[in-house]
């Protein structure tokens, strides 16, 4: 199957409000024009270096969105064209941002990514560190950075009882962080090739999905 005739069965199969994302990190431009001619202006990369090479020779209209873990030493290569940042997990990485930012002229959108999997190995905000970091004001002097919502990965199980309580809870958390938030504070990002159905069940209203678009990756 092409490239296009996945993303349009993906696409028929997502309610009206949910964006989708195609993730074509690891996949190399030739797929990512593809998916463009087939009218994808959605894509997300893991790595800055990756992006960056794509962002150089693909078209200008095409929104980036940073979903792996980014280290605050590579903001600055992305902070003049990202169009969001959904992996922010430290108030370290949220300062950073904010100065690249400015040093731009920009307001850079970003996601909390919040750590809700059993896997030791997902990364992402802890909660209660979160909160705490909310409670205390830290945003409140970052004016060059918008937090839009809330992003998050379910636990890789079978297990769809687990799967169900991650997209739960992190549909929780977006609930209850919004009020500090405000109207800005409107995007929920759960759910990828595997488990993107019931992330939309549980509310998610932008999913990311590569594997089933762009096909297995190389590593
Ligand atoms: C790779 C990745 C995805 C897409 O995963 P697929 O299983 O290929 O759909 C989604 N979100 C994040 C954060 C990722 O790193």
């Known amino acids: 199957m092409s490239i296009a005739s996945r993303l349009s069965e993906i696409r028929s199969s997502l309610p009206e409000g949910v964006r ?10 030739e797929a990512v024009s ?35 873990h980014l280290q605050t030493n590579k903001v600055r290569a992305i902070a003049p064209f990202v169009s969001l940042i959904q992996s922010l997990d430290s108030a370290r990485l949220a300062e950073c941002i904010d100065r690249e930012a400015a040093r731009c002229g ?24 979160l909160k705490a970091f909310v409670n205390g004001g830290g945003f409140s002097a970052l004016h060059n950075i918008r937090i839009r919502g809330v992003m998050g990965m379910a636990t890789n199980t079978d297990d769809e009882a687990v799967v169900r309580a991650d997209f739960e ?34 509310g998610s209203d932008m999913v990311r999905i590569g594997s089933s678009i762009f096909g297995a990756r190389e590593y």
Request: aromatic share 10%.
């Open 106 to 129: 920009r307001t850079i959108d970003c996601l909390l990514e919040i750590h809700v999997a059993r896997e030791q190995t997902k990364s992402g905000w802890d909660y209660d560190e």
């Open 169 to 202: 809870r992190l549909a929780a958390c977006k609930a209850e962080l919004a009020p500090t938030f405000g109207e800005w504070f409107d995007t929920l990002s759960m759910g990828m090739s595997e488990d993107y159905r019931m992330a939309v069940e549980c």
């Open 34 to 68: 593809e998916a463009y001619a087939a009218g994808q202006r959605l894509f997300g990369e893991s790595r800055v270096q990756e992006m960056v090479a794509k962002y150089e020779i693909l078209p200008k209209d095409i929104e980036w969105h940073m979903i792996g």
């Open 20 to 29: 989708l994302v195609a993730v074509s990190k690891f996949h190399p431009a």
